[in-house]
């Protein structure tokens, strides 16, 4: 008794920082509905099970801790080199002024401020939404507190095939920022659309994500999540997937105090294809939790989780992974896989991988691996000729392979390894 009244009254303490934004009727339902399932479940906490492995203290405080802006000097931003439009916001506030012409064929965008604020909008049969459906059999109490609060995000309907990325750039600029940004995305049928996403966005961040693609339309998601160490931030990426659709997300994150990604998936269409897939590397004082949830319920679909994470002098990685097979969804072919490099001795790596089954006709696996770096490999480099230092950097390239190959784009990907030969190498010097 006495942990729950904690609960309710840390639950409280926040809600009372925040104010519920002005909008429409449906807005209004949507967020009102949300701050009910806030206060259902209350806020989560270490007791609940899908946050045993990570405390949740800094994403729940009534005040947001400070985070240091990391100064990246005279290196060009991710992303710079790719042909795509640019939508900025800074401390999770949009900026107009340094975001590009919204205006780009097959594709209409807006500010969630000015969705929220019309009448009758697309967004109403989407937004909160698939965040609401997402809350069973797990609450997401985070995902709802920011369905509830959000004022600013971007709203996106793509209505054929986009002809080059959303490129969505969060920039901290203030060390006591607490942003609260949620993007609604609709990929029409036959459409095809890529969304970028990078920056550290605030000093806490609280994101979600809700995205519906249609029938035999096909979403690119590819995330670089900021180097500012001391930032914490939690997200939330909900999907639903039409017959015949494609969905693919990868996420790239380098340092970070408290970092928590949760992706969760609803496969309704017949043939669908679902890929996630994260690549972590911390250092020091790092958390960094993946935890996904892909249901299946429709026949002949497939699923992948590729999630690996590079761990030294005393970093945290967790991981914990679900796939549900619903009754009828026979064919399916799900596949996880999480897998930890841990560099030295004080670091650790925790996984929950778990299958749910109730058809009889699949193919699902799932397997967890924790290790060092391979001494022969390690030696066969160094034998011809490669510093001992450049060599294990060779190696932390060589396993993160298979996460980053799940990128499409081979520019994109490039440009995201250039990057980690960067981190790497100052880490190195």
Not at 19 to 47: D, F, H, Q, T
Request: with cysteine; hydrophobic share 40%; proline share 3%.
């Amino acid at each position: 008794m006495a942990l729950a009244q904690t609960k309710h009254d840390e639950t409280e303490a926040r809600l009372a920082t925040l104010s519920m934004p002005a909008g429409a009727n449906w807005a209004k339902a949507s967020r009102e509905s949300a701050l009910a399932r806030v206060r259902a479940a209350g806020l989560p906490g270490r007791r609940d099970e899908y946050w045993k492995f990570t405390r949740p203290d800094r994403l729940t405080a009534a005040v947001a801790p400070h985070a240091a802006i990391f100064d990246a000097g005279d290196e060009p931003p991710l992303f710079h080199s790719i042909d795509c439009l640019k939508v900025v916001f800074v401390d999770g506030v949009f900026d107009a002024d340094a975001s590009d012409d919204l205006s780009m064929e097959g594709v209409e965008i807006e500010r969630l401020a000015d969705a929220t604020a019309t009448d009758i909008h697309w967004a109403m049969d989407l937004y909160g939404r698939l965040e609401e459906r997402g809350q069973t059999p797990v609450s997401r109490p985070l995902a709802a507190l920011n369905t509830a609060f959000a004022s600013d995000g971007i709203v996106i309907r793509a209505t054929k095939p986009v002809s080059k990325p959303i490129s969505l750039v969060y920039l901290h600029k203030s060390e006591s920022s607490d942003a609260i940004l949620h993007h609604a995305i609709k990929v029409e049928r036959d459409a095809e659309l890529t969304v970028l996403e990078n920056g550290p966005a605030a000093a806490r961040f609280n994101k979600v994500m809700e995205v519906d693609v249609a029938d035999n339309a096909k979403f690119h998601h590819v995330r670089a999540q900021g180097r500012d160490h001391e930032r914490c931030a939690a997200t939330h990426l909900f999907g639903r997937l039409g017959m015949e659709s494609t969905f693919k997300s990868f996420t790239l994150t380098a340092n970070g105090v408290m970092t928590r990604n949760e992706v969760v998936l609803d496969i309704k269409g017949d043939d669908a294809v679902a890929h996630v897939a994260g690549a972590a590397m911390g250092d020091g004082d790092f958390h960094h939790d993946d935890t996904v949830f892909i249901t299946h319920d429709a026949v002949n679909c497939e699923s992948r989780q590729v999630f690996k994470k590079v761990l030294r002098n005393g970093a945290t990685g967790v991981f914990q992974g679900k796939i549900l097979v619903q009754p009828g969804a026979q064919k399916t072919d799900g596949y996880q896989i999480s897998q930890s490099l841990l560099l030295d001795g004080d670091s650790q790596f925790l996984a929950k991988p778990e299958l749910e089954i109730y058809a009889d006709d699949v193919a699902c696996s799932h397997g967890s691996t924790s290790g060092a770096i391979d001494e022969d490999a390690l030696f066969y480099l160094r034998a011809r000729g490669v510093p001992e230092a450049e060599a294990q950097d060779l190696l932390v390239l060589a396993f993160l392979a298979e996460a980053i190959d799940e990128i499409e784009d081979d520019a994109i990907s490039e440009d995201l390894v250039t990057r980690l030969e960067g981190w790497l190498s100052r880490r190195r010097d």
